[in-house]
Nanobody, 128 residues
Framework: QVQLVESGGGLVQAGGSLRLSCAVSGFSFYYYAVGWFRQTPGKEREGVSCISSSGNNTVYADSVKGRFTISRDNAKNTVYLQMNSLKPEDTAIYYC?????????????????????WGQGTQVTVSS
């Protein structure tokens, strides 16, 4: 049974940093790309970042480029999202998700339709 558990969210002032973690279990994590998404009430879920199964390819939404960094530790079955220079507009529930199938080693996407298993989310609140 695939399970994803996010952690690391919280309340931070604008300009601060947080590091989110996504612990994955129940399948061969090594072969799958992982994405981070976020959602605020009344808005569609937005793709934030993706890391390929090899870790050699990363993709970021324009809104977070230069501020967020995604990484993975395959030995620990964990993906991280380091968020720096946080802004109030980064406030959202952040979800991690695993690709629906083992695409190529450099494949990545910010389209939520390409991801099948999701965590429960972790709240990030950035105060101004």
């Amino acid at each position: 049974q695939v399970q994803l558990v996010e952690s690391g969210g919280g309340l931070v002032q604008a300009g601060g940093s947080l590091r989110l973690s996504c612990a994955v279990s129940g399948f061969s994590f090594y072969y799958y790309a992982v994405g981070w998404f976020r959602q605020t009430p009344g808005k569609e879920r937005e793709g934030v970042s993706c890391i390929s199964s090899s870790g050699n390819n990363t993709v970021y939404a324009d809104s977070v480029k230069g501020r967020f960094t995604i990484s993975r530790d395959n030995a620990k079955n964990t993906v991280y999202l380091q968020m720096n220079s946080l802004k109030p507009e980064d406030t959202a529930i952040y979800y991690c998700a695993v690709a629906v199938r083992p695409y190529g080693r450099t494949w990545c996407s910010l389209n939520e339709a390409d991801f099948g298993s999701w965590g429960q989310g972790t709240q990030v609140t950035v105060s101004s």
